[in-house]
C-alpha cells in the first residue's frame, strides 16, 4: 500500500494497487486547426484504489497513471521538415525505436 493525496476528500489516504488487462485500446483522431490530424492513445501503466474514498454514486476512487502516445497522421507542406535528431551523449546507444514517452 501507499499513501496519495484524495482529489475528493484532500486529505492523505491509504491506496492499494489493482492489476488490469487491457480488453480495448482505441486511438482518438482530432483534426486540428493548423490542418493536421493527429491520433492519441492513453495507456494506463498503474492503477491506484483510494481505501475509503467513493464519488457521489458510492462508487470506489481509483487514481490512474498513464501514458499518452501521439501519432501524426497527416500534416500540411508546410508544417513538414527535416527530422529532429536527438542529441547523443558520449557513450549513449543511438535510439532505434523512435521517441520515448513519458
Known amino acids: 500500500m501507499v499513501k496519495v493525496v484524495s482529489p475528493i476528500s484532500n486529505r492523505e489516504v491509504e491506496a492499494v494497487s489493482v492489476d488490469f488487462e487491457a480488453k480495448?485500446?482505441?486511438w482518438a483522431t482530432y483534426e486540428l486547426s493548423d490542418g493536421s490530424t493527429i491520433k492519441l492513445r492513453t495507456t494506463p501503466v498503474g492503477i491506484l484504489r483510494l481505501e475509503g474514498e467513493?464519488?457521489?454514486?458510492?462508487?470506489?476512487m481509483y487514481t490512474v497513471s498513464s501514458n499518452t502516445v501521439i501519432r501524426v497522421v497527416t500534416a500540411p507542406k508546410g508544417l513538414r521538415g527535416t527530422p529532429t535528431v536527438s542529441v547523443?551523449?558520449?557513450g549513449q546507444k543511438p535510439a532505434v525505436t523512435g521517441p520515448e514517452v513519458r
Open 24 to 26: 480495448a485500446e482505441p
Open 54 to 60: 467513493h464519488d457521489q454514486a458510492g462508487n470506489p
Open 88 to 90: 547523443q551523449m558520449p
